[in-house]
T-cell receptor, first 110, second 114 residues
Framework: KNQVEQSPQSLIILEGKNCTLQ??????????LRWYKQDTGRGPVSLTI?????NTKSNGRYTATLDADTKQSSLHITASQLSDSASYIC?????????FGAGTRLTVKP | EAQVTQNPRYLITVTGKKLTVTCSQN?????MSWYRQDPGLGLRQIYY???????DKGDVPEGYKVSRKEKRNFPLILESPSPNQTSLYFC?????????????FGPGTRLLVL
């Protein structure tokens, strides 16, 4: 069983709407949790990073939250744009070991 | 421009024909790594290198080799490719081993083994 589970697997929303992606993990203890954006045909690019003691981190229209007690993180996208169409990957780091979720495929339609 | 480059970007080969995928970074990073990405699975680490001449196995090293003769290059070698190595491969680098450092990924190499 993957130590990092993401939901939903895929999501379609209309341009301008908000959405929230989920990440549940069992990695423990962990150093930090990152959200990456991966455009089709490209490598992942880091959006946010949070350590154990941080609850929320924003990067423009992207806001990540972390609940270390329940081992859950979410990525909220506000006022979605067509360019937000991509896969979003949750990555939990434990020491030198990084565990990747399978990603959520987001499609934003006009 | 700071970047990680991979070549080739696309490759079709046949079972058993040795191939090498090159990876180069121009950021003077100590740490480099190879991953494979398959549908429905997260990226899985194949090999990593914490510095020149230092390499270690990741989660799925079987069937792969790497070398780190110089800091900027980290080639991935498939001595005898098999169809189950058909995948999307990413090279990545980061400055060192600090937990908060950002890892930069290359554009990916899509490999098809017939």
């Amino acid at each position: 069983k993957n130590q990092v589970e993401q939901s939903p697997q895929s999501l379609i929303i209309l341009e301008g709407k908000n959405c929230t992606l989920q990440c549940n993990y069992t990695v423990s203890p962990f150093s930090n949790l990152r959200w990456y954006k991966q455009d089709t045909g490209r490598g992942p690019v880091s959006l946010t990073i949070m350590t154990f003691s941080e609850n929320t981190k924003s990067n423009g229209r992207y806001t990540a939250t972390l609940d270390a007690d329940t081992k859950q993180s979410s990525l909220h996208i506000t006022a979605s744009q067509l360019s937000d169409s991509a896969s979003y990957i949750c990555v939990v780091r434990k020491s030198e070991d990084m565990r990747f979720g399978a990603g959520t495929r987001l499609t934003v339609k006009p | 421009e700071a970047q990680v480059t991979q070549n080739p970007r696309y490759l079709i080969t046949v079972t058993g024909k040795k191939l090498t995928v090159t990876c180069s970074q121009n950021m003077n990073h100590e740490y480099m790594s190879w991953y494979r990405q398959d549908p429905g699975l997260g990226l899985r680490q194949i090999y990593y290198s914490m510095n020149v001449e230092v390499t270690d196995k990741g989660d799925v090293p079987e069937g792969y080799k790497v070398s780190r003769k110089e800091k900027r290059n980290f080639p991935l070698i498939l001595e005898s490719p098999s169809p189950n190595q058909t995948s999307l491969y990413f090279c990545a680098s980061r400055p060192g081993t600090s937990g908060s450092e950002t890892q930069y990924f290359g554009p990916g190499t899509r490999l098809l083994v017939l």
